[in-house]
């Protein structure tokens, strides 16, 4: 199996996005070869995903393409066989649609690629009971979110959380109504109609792990474990918040592989670093013993809870700001057509209370009246969305 190695994504069951790398020191032998890295989970009332990529020697920068062409499908030990699973190139990962899966067995992955067969242990689904709450705490320089949970069976004493965040924001000035502007070189009234330009939303999912054992806790409850925190000037807290949760119980031996990996990823400063080689997994190869695999796959239920946070019933106020403004220069000439070229260009709006560009108009850049100039901006309004703005 010859692949141009790529950087191990270990320590997480979700796609990553916006992580720096960890920089090593080159100090190993030329003779390194990679090793193929399974994670994923296997779920019961939710989509199962599963991502696949390659250890790397440490100080390789390099990356390569995708692993886009294995074929995986979920087993159970009473003769199941989901379908084959579904690759998705935006977020580089393989799903299967298991919201029906039955909880009467116990289930595996199987993975081939390049004439290999790999395949997780056999699991029972552990149960995950529901999420009591999902609560915020204020602080001066922003706010700290925490979820809450406890099992009355005396079930599974581990957990683990992942979440995805959505957040609608506003441009900072909605151009059509701050009255006369020259824009695109066409001047428009004010007017009450909002700007195609000033609603937007975001979207993240979370990359860090985050678990919790109750073992040595005389009750099995989690008492409003910090998932996160958001700064005061942060734009996710700028106008409405969205936080879904999820949930999913742990065995003892799952539990025991991701509190490594935590403890290992966050020592080391990025979860991009390689795993120790101690850390294997649950993963095999069944075809060539003599192959080193790497990586976890769970098995279990999933609950989730989601809350919406919103500016206005915040006691602190929102700090983010994102807007250039210019005026006037009447020591140089030049600002008429400096303005002009802006505003044709629509890099800019003027607004001119006189109906035209004189010492009483103010200039604003783009990213003053248009929310899709901010990073990872979308105009597409999730479908749970608390109001219809467009």
Known sequence: ?????????????????????????????????????????????????????????????????????????????????????????????????????????????????????????????????????????????????????????????????????????????????????????KIYPGTNIDSPYYFCWGHNDSYNIHIYSTEKLKENRVPEYKLLEIPIDDIRISYIYSILVKQWSLSDEAYNYFRIQKLYTEESSGLFTPMPTEVQGNIKCTSNSDIKVRGYVLASTITSKRIFIYEKDLNISSEYENCKIDHPDPYNGNWIRRWTENINAGKAIAVIPSGYLDENSTLYYQECFDCRTVKGATKKRPDFWPNDHE
């Not at 796609?15 to 960890?22: A, L």
């Not at 779920?43 to 393409?65: I, W």
Request: glycine content about 6%.
């Open 1 to 185: 199996m010859f692949r141009k190695p790529m950087l191990v994504l270990l320590g997480i069951v979700l796609i990553v996005s916006c992580v720096e790398e960890f920089k090593v020191p080159n100090t190993v032998s030329e003779k390194y070869e990679s090793e193929l890295v399974i994670q994923g989970r296997i779920l019961s009332g939710e989509k199962s995903t599963f991502y696949l990529s390659m250890t790397s020697a440490f100080g390789d920068n390099g990356s390569s393409a995708p692993i886009e062409d294995a074929t995986i499908t979920i087993i159970g030990q009473n003769g199941y066989e989901s379908k084959l699973a579904e690759y998705d190139r935006i977020h580089n990962q393989y799903t299967i649609n298991t919201v029906t899966l039955p909880q009467n067995t116990h289930y595996a992955v199987k993975v081939i690629l390049d004439g290999e067969t790999y395949q997780s242990d056999f699991q029972e689904l552990q149960s995950s009971p529901e999420i009591d709450e999902i609560t915020y705490k204020e602080k001066s320089n922003g706010i700290s979110i925490h979820v809450s949970t406890h099992d009355d069976e005396n079930g599974r004493r581990a957990y683990m959380w992942t979440y995805e965040e959505d957040w609608e924001f506003h441009a900072n000035i909605n151009m059509f109504g701050m009255g006369p502007i020259l824009y695109n070189n």
